[in-house]
């Protein structure tokens, strides 16, 4: 009872606090935005009468100046735009005309108005009316509003012109669009002639602040109602609260409006209201823990004793239900085990068996389509080599069947003394039909003298066409392809295999079986695992490396033969 009654008063505090603390806050932090809003409007209309004081004093010093009143007076205009557009980017004005007394324009920085009429234009007729410079809104077939000042040019109590000078008051609203405010001007009539809301534009406050589309602008400004500003709103814009500022602009008897949202004073407010309730909530909390802590230790004690009987029996049935199941699935498992073995074995030999019957298959495609097109054109003689070429291609898929037939018995039966420079000039001789096909250029250093090694030739070839075909898809899509092949000799017979493809990312699985980065259906992965499997029976190591430039190295060391190698044999 005691501890209801506690919490019970400690509830009504906290909503008593909380109540006070928001309508204190929000008066503060809303005349804070409100002094901050005031001080941005005037930053605004600073920037007006700045703009405008700018380029009020332009069409006076132009009509005294002694070049445009002689190409009026001589009715030479060849270099006035020049002058113009020269004068334009100095003073930052948006664009200046020159009109002659009839109102057509004879120069100006945009050259397509050369040759326009302007003689019932506002800024022209009252120009002709006034003594000094006038500043006129013309409103164009677009709607859009143009502002410029005006001055006549005369000589010798003779009419010759008008210089006209738009100012560019646009660009202030492009920059007020990038803040939260929403921004209007009126003139002295109320009309708004500048709004960050284009349609705005050419109407009345009041029909301003009765648009029923929502604009992009306004969007920001009113994303909080005013309920919570413990103050009644002063104005609703598109059914939204905001708070409205006006400000007049020493100009022409201008006005300048500001709608400011309120998220800014919920945001804070809301971050000190939920600190408080925060801190009620954890006093509450450690009120009702404090008066109920001997009653909970006592019964924790008890469920904590049946809680550890609970798991010591949930874990017991666990371990024997595991057991059984262990035991199941181990008996499983053993009669598995041989199948699982040799449907591995037999993946591994038919996956061989592709790879290494891909290259000649292709090259046999190639030479078959050779021989047809050449029997075509009756050319029989030239295409017995593409035959020739066919069978050969045929024996050595023979002999690769034969040597994975023995897959399981490896041993150095077929070795016998091998040339280096004719294994490699064969395997560039059966990739000759691709190499033709994707244009990839082929470098190849070989000494004059033989390199010698011992080993079985066709598996021999086997790893150089494996290293040629890695070596052309990883320039497949670069372009100049080029594939460097450099055969040198020292302690050991070096060959090795440069491209200048993307060069290798992973060079821990690079070896690995059936690892490969190339798309499903281009490859399995197995030629660099059988080739540096064929090196390794050779005695010799095949490695792989990035090169400093772009692309991948791939070097071959074999053992040399040499006499005193026989007779050591």
Not at 261 to 278: D, G, K
Not at 328 to 356: I, P, R, W
Not at 425 to 443: D, G
Request: hydrophobic share 45%; net charge neutral; charged share 25%.
């Amino acid at each position: 009872m005691v501890a209801r009654s506690v919490a019970v008063v400690l509830a009504l505090v906290a909503v008593a606090v909380v109540w006070v603390t928001n309508i204190w806050l929000t008066d503060r932090f809303t005349e804070t935005t409100r002094n901050r809003a005031e001080l941005r409007l005037s930053l605004y209309s600073n920037a007006i009468v700045s703009e405008l004081q700018r380029n009020s004093v332009v069409p006076l010093l132009l009509s005294r100046d002694p070049v445009i009143i002689s190409a009026l007076s001589n009715d030479d205009h060849l270099a006035t735009s020049q002058r113009l557009i020269s004068l334009r980017e100095e003073i930052g004005a948006a664009s200046m005309q020159l009109l002659n007394e009839s109102g057509r324009t004879v120069a100006a920085t945009d050259r397509t108005k050369l040759g326009t009429q302007h003689r019932n234009a506002p800024y022209f007729v009252e120009a002709l009316r006034a003594n000094g410079t006038v500043f006129t809104i013309t409103e164009t077939e677009s709607g859009r509003l143009d502002f410029a000042f005006s001055r006549l040019i005369e000589f010798d109590q003779r009419v010759l012109g008008v210089m006209v000078v738009e100012v560019d008051l646009r660009k202030l609203e492009t920059r007020w669009s990038g803040g939260s405010d929403a921004i209007m001007v009126t003139d002295s009539a109320g009309k708004v002639i500048l709004a960050t809301e284009p349609r705005w534009r050419s109407r009345t406050l009041t029909e301003a602040l009765d648009a029923q589309s929502a604009p992009t602008a306004i969007s920001r400004a009113i994303q909080a109602t005013g309920e919570w500003t413990g103050r009644a709103p002063e104005t609703y814009l598109l059914g939204e609260a905001v708070l409205e500022l006006e400000m007049l602009v020493p100009f022409r008897g201008w006005r300048l409006y500001s709608f400011v949202t309120y998220s800014s004073v919920r945001e804070r407010v809301n971050a000190v209201l939920a600190l408080e309730i925060m801190t009620f909530a954890i006093l509450i909390a450690l009120g009702f823990y404090l008066l109920s802590r001997r009653a909970v230790s006592t019964s924790a004690i008890f469920q904590r004793e049946s809680a550890e009987l609970r798991l010591l029996n949930e874990r017991l049935q666990q371990e024997i239900a595991e057991r059984e199941r262990v035991e199941k699935t181990l008996e499983q498992a053993e009669q598995t085990l041989a199948q699982s073995q040799k449907l591995a074995a037999l993946g591994e030999m038919s996956a061989a068996v592709s790879h290494e019957l891909n290259q000649p298959l292709a090259a046999m495609k190639t030479y078959l389509a050779g021989a047809r097109l050449l029997l075509q054109r009756k050319r029989p003689d030239e295409s017995l080599s593409s035959f020739a070429r066919i069978d050969d291609l045929i024996d050595r898929m023979g002999k690769i069947t034969r040597q994975l037939k023995s897959f399981a018995r490896k041993g150095e039966d077929a070795f016998q003394i091998v040339d280096l420079r004719e294994a490699l000039s064969a395997a560039l001789a059966i990739m000759e039909p691709q190499i033709k096909q994707e244009f990839v250029k082929i470098e190849r250093n070989m000494p004059k003298q033989p390199v010698l090694v011992m080993g079985d030739r066709i598996r021999l070839e086997q790893v150089i066409v494996n290293l040629l075909r890695n070596a052309m898809d990883a320039t497949a899509g670069t372009p100049n392809p080029v594939v460097e092949i450099d055969l040198t000799t020292g302690e050991t017979a070096r060959l090795s295999v440069r491209d200048n493809g993307p060069g290798i990312t992973d060079f821990e699985q690079i070896f690995e079986p059936f690892y490969t980065t190339k798309r499903p259906g281009d490859g399995v992965g197995l030629g660099l695992a059988i080739s540096s499997g064929i090196v390794s029976d050779h005695g010799g190591r095949l490695m792989a490396r990035n090169r400093t430039s772009r692309g991948a190295v791939f070097e071959m060391r074999l053992p040399l033969w040499t006499a005193d190698s026989q007779a050591a044999e």
